[in-house]
DNA sequence: TCTACTTATTCAACGGATTGCGCAGCAATA
DNA sequence: TATTGCTGCGCAATCCGTTGAATAAGTAGA
């Protein structure tokens, strides 16, 4: 749980809607770890509650009205105790591990076909970050920077998932009698 | 979700006990992703009834009795179609993104305290993994060779967020005017 | 003109995961 | 003797996350 603690963060900086949020989401921290719009509504609301934040009621026309959301002097208490607290390193959630002990018992050509398709969806997603990145360290602004690290922890994370597919493949070839190309 | 063909995977070899799958989780799969042993039985409870898996009953003395689950076909069939599914890559979601992008915005010292600490236990995980594998790499067993695999997987990630600290570490003393040591 | 997208919020349902608790008895150790 | 630790199972509550859908009105494009 932190998805709270990442809309404060957000928060600091501006007033900002659900909508807002989610967007700016998708533009940071989110180009890693997205969160759905509902997921960030809910959370408002329950910060709401909380006291964390406040908003305003903005009604608009020709758009929708929207609640402007505010941080609240609780709600900065809450982020900096919060910051304070060391975290637990996060687990590697990946079905894909499953998959190799799985497979190796009924259908190792079938997994070694994924490992190639998981693959090329991380090479993608890398060179998606790598020019992402690339333009944000041309701009060099203050503000970016946090962006450029997230993106910088996303291209290592990629880099080190097709390190690892190497081995895997190697292995499976060295055991099984594979082909060597797919 | 993937904790049921994780459970599958391991029935496939032998009957197992709830208390034997937690624990077997803990030393392969589980050395990088664990699994409380709630969530173990709760899911054995779903499997057996979907008849994914059916059990034994073994009354024991100076035990407690215990179940010893067995993988159905239809478990197996399961298990089969789901490894042919292929899966998303699974998301990063590592709240001490969040905190670097909200601690220099209130305490980027505190922030550089717990990257440190992070990195002391990544590098302690991290020896751990390797001194595990270096002995799994000289038994050289087929059976090992998948828990050889989940461990490489561990250390590159923990190699790959280190070299990540580093970079972090050298953009927040470039900004910010930080003493060069902790 | 009809479709699709953007802005903006919310509800409902389900499933996964975590935390905390409880029961039960044996073995070893301090 | 008292405490801890291991084997073994389970319930309940809560939270987190995902999916899907509804409402509402403007605007841009085929």
Chains 1, 2 share one sequence.
Do not use: C
Request: proline share 4%; hydrophobic share 40%.
């Amino acid at each position: 749980m932190s998805l709270r603690h990442a809309i404060l963060v957000l928060l600091q900086d501006q007033e900002a809607s659900g909508y807002d949020l989610a967007r700016e989401f998708a533009n940071s921290i989110g180009l890693v770890w997205n969160a759905t719009h509902q997921q960030i509504y809910l959370e408002l609301g329950k910060l709401n509650e909380q006291d964390m934040v406040k908003y305003r009621h903005i009604p608009q026309d020709g758009k929708p009205d929207k609640k402007l959301y505010r941080i609240t002097d609780a709600g900065r208490d809450e982020l900096i105790r919060w910051l304070r607290k060391p975290a637990a390193p996060p687990r590697i959630r990946d079905s894909f591990m499953v998959k190799i002990a799985g497979g190796a018992l009924s259908e190792p050509s079938a997994v070694l076909r994924e490992l190639e398709d998981q693959a090329d969806l991380r090479r993608e997603r890398l060179s998606t970050f790598e020019a992402l990145a690339k333009a944000l360290a041309e701009r060099n602004s203050e503000k970016d920077m946090y962006t450029y690290l997230t993106l910088r922890r996303g291209i290592l994370d990629q880099q080190a998932w097709l390190s690892w597919a190497d081995e895997v493949r190697a292995e499976l070839h060295k055991r099984e009698d594979l082909p060597t190309s797919a």
